[in-house]
């Protein structure tokens, strides 16, 4: 019997969504088990989000804070063959939940030594999310096989503002006539992820290792290389902006109110001046740095690889 752990948390259910159809087929398949483990953190984060509280939520969140988890269900001196690891982007890095998890004692006993599957569905920027994640899991001893990334089907204009509003008011639009498009994953991609989970299935049932190749050719993965640049950048302010509202107070402090608000208008400034600028110096600079960006992008597509 081989055993598959699948460890989860969403807030809208569009990750749970992913995840499920990829379990779907190691549902159906004989010999396999499969036990799911919803992470639950003890004070629950909101779901619409107030505004100001989902900005308050970065600095812990990018500086990998983990928050108190409930005990999970599943007895972590168990081992798996194969973990599946669904988390979503928060600020550049995995969700706080996930980022707990990874850090928590049963975390570090069920990952050791064993293969892992990262699996993120978020609006469309995760290549630093899943940096941290791969640090998390190399310090837990595991062993990441495959990685696949599902980004918002508005792309990266669209999203910028359906995103918030769904994650702000929990509907995911379209809004103003469709101006603002739907938020989220297409609904088709989401199906489509059961390609990933038949792969894993026959894997198992052919007794061949779950190593690197395990999700290859699958187009699991598209980088967007306009985005590389950007990210880091930004990623690079978060950090600063994190240790200065880190150093005012816990998470809801009155006296991180007033730094919040500049950090906004920081991020809005970044999102719509280094985003667009760093995507049109990448797509002038292509021909000049072809080699690089196609380094960058088996890097970063790693393990799964990129079509
Ligand atoms: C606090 C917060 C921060 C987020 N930051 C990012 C981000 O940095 N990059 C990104 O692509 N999506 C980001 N998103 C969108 C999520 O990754 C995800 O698409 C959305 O929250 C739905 O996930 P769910 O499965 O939990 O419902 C963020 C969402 C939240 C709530």
């Not at 190399?138 to 359906?162: K, M, P, T």
Request: hydrophobic share 50%.
């Amino acid at each position: 019997m081989k055993k598959v752990l699948v460890v989860q948390y969403s807030q809208s259910g569009q990750l749970t969504d992913v995840v499920a159809q990829i379990v779907g087929p190691l549902r159906e398949a004989a010999g396999v088990e499969v036990i799911v483990e919803t992470v639950r953190p003890v004070s629950p984060y909101p779901f619409p989000w107030p505004v100001l509280r989902f900005f308050d939520t970065f600095p812990e969140a990018v500086y990998l804070d983990p928050p108190a988890l409930q005990a999970f269900q599943v007895d972590p001196a168990e081992r798996f063959d194969l973990v599946i690891l669904g988390y979503q982007a928060w600020f550049l890095s995995p969700s706080l939940p996930i980022t707990g998890f990874l850090q928590s004692e049963t975390g570090r006993r069920l990952l050791a030594d064993t293969p892992v599957v990262t699996v993120v569905a978020c609006r469309d920027m995760w290549l630093m999310a899943q940096e941290q994640v791969r640090g998390l899991l190399a310090a837990c001893g595991a062993r990441l096989v495959g990685h696949v990334a599902l980004v918002d089907e508005a792309g990266s204009i669209g999203s910028f503002l359906a995103t918030p509003f769904w994650v702000w008011t929990g509907n995911r639009g379209p809004r103003l006539w469709g101006l603002i498009p739907r938020a989220g994953v297409n609904p088709r991609e989401i199906a489509a992820s059961r390609r990933f989970g038949e792969r894993i299935a026959s894997v198992l049932a052919a007794g061949r290792p779950l190593d690197e190749t395990l999700l290859r050719g699958l187009d699991a993965v598209r980088v967007n290389e306009r985005l590389i640049g950007s990210e880091r950048a930004i990623r690079r302010g978060f950090l600063l902006w994190g240790r200065l509202l880190r150093s005012l107070g816990p998470q809801g402090a009155l006296a991180r109110k007033p730094v919040l608000l500049l950090y906004i208008v920081w991020l809005v400034a970044m999102i719509l001046t280094v985003v667009p600028l760093a995507a049109l110096i990448k797509t002038l600079l292509a021909p000049l740095t072809r080699n690089r960006i196609a380094a960058q992008k088996a890097y970063y597509s790693a393990p799964s690889g990129s079509r």
